[in-house]
Each structure stands twice: as structure tokens, then as C-alpha cells.
């Protein structure tokens, strides 16, 4: 059985969720900054890992609730699609940016060391998700509310065949 997300937890908890959960993915890459070599699992990746874990898994469900809230049910699968490739899209395009930022060290890697524009890279990376979150957070507070949808029929045979 199938949950329905957005009559589970509404609207307002759908923002509360994307907030919270969008500030421990920062946090969470922000933990990265703390990387030396030689550090222990449990104090280094084991809290970053649970917070980017949480944000992850509570974040997307309630973007892609509100993303397709108030889409009419035909175009669900549309609106689920965007979302989803803009993802896909925004992932690939960060992956491209930090490896170029990673890339541009002259330096060659040492043994027991870090990789050159490893801390670079992460502090893109957290400023760009903290760019997101506060963006986001903007756009909730100005966010209009959805209308009721009222089913429209395609053309004439669609009602006759509804009809019957």
C-alpha cells in the first residue's frame, strides 16, 4: 500500500521537512572540512554519513510531493520526470565543476596526504548548498496556494465513453 505523502504530512510540514532536512546536507558536507588523513571512521565519516543519510532520504520525498502538488493526474509522470532530471542534471554539473576545481592543482598528489583542492572543492560544494537552502527557503515564503484542479475532458469521445 502506497502512502500518500502530501496528505500524510501537508504542506506546511512538506516546508519543515525541505528546511530541516536541506540544512543536514550542509551541515553534513560541511563535516567533510574536518578531513585529515589518518582519521578515525566514527569521528569523521560516521556522523557526516548519518546527517547526509537523513537529509537525503527526508528531503527528496517532500520535493518531489511539492514539485507535483497540484499537477493535474495526467501530467503527473511529466512533472515527476522534470523534477527528477533536474536533479540528474544539477548532480552531473556539480560533478564536472568539482573535479575541474580539484583538477586545477599543479601539485601532485602525496602519499598520506589529501588530494590538492580537496578543501577547495568541499567548501564549493557546502557554499553551494547553502546557496540552495537559502534559496529555497526564500521561495517557500512566497509560494502561492495551489488551486482545486477540476477534471476537463480531451475531446467529445472522452465523455461518451465516460459516460457509458
Excluded at 5 to 22: E, K, P
Aim: charged share 10%.
Amino acid at each position: 500500500m502506497l502512502i500518500d505523502l502530501s496528505r500524510a504530512v501537508g504542506d506546511y510540514l512538506h516546508d519543515i521537512f525541505i528546511g530541516t532536512f536541506d540544512w543536514a546536507i550542509a551541515i553534513g558536507y560541511a563535516l567533510f572540512l574536518r578531513v585529515s588523513p589518518g582519521m578515525a571512521y566514527a569521528n569523521f565519516l560516521l556522523p557526516t554519513m548519518l546527517l547526509l543519510g537523513l537529509g537525503f532520504a527526508l528531503c527528496f520525498p517532500s520535493i518531489n510531493s511539492q514539485a507535483t502538488a497540484g499537477v493535474a493526474d495526467h501530467e503527473q509522470g511529466l512533472a515527476s520526470g522534470l523534477v527528477n532530471t533536474s536533479l540528474q542534471i544539477g548532480g552531473a554539473v556539480m560533478l564536472a565543476v568539482i573535479s575541474a576545481v580539484i583538477g586545477a592543482g599543479d601539485t601532485v598528489a602525496k602519499p598520506d596526504a589529501l588530494l590538492p583542492g580537496m578543501t577547495t572543492a568541499i567548501q564549493v560544494i557546502v557554499g553551494l548548498t547553502v546557496v540552495g537552502v537559502l534559496s529555497t527557503l526564500a521561495v517557500v515564503g512566497f509560494r502561492r496556494p495551489v488551486p482545486e484542479l477540476v477534471p476537463v475532458a480531451l475531446d467529445r469521445e472522452l465523455e461518451d465513453c465516460v459516460a457509458c
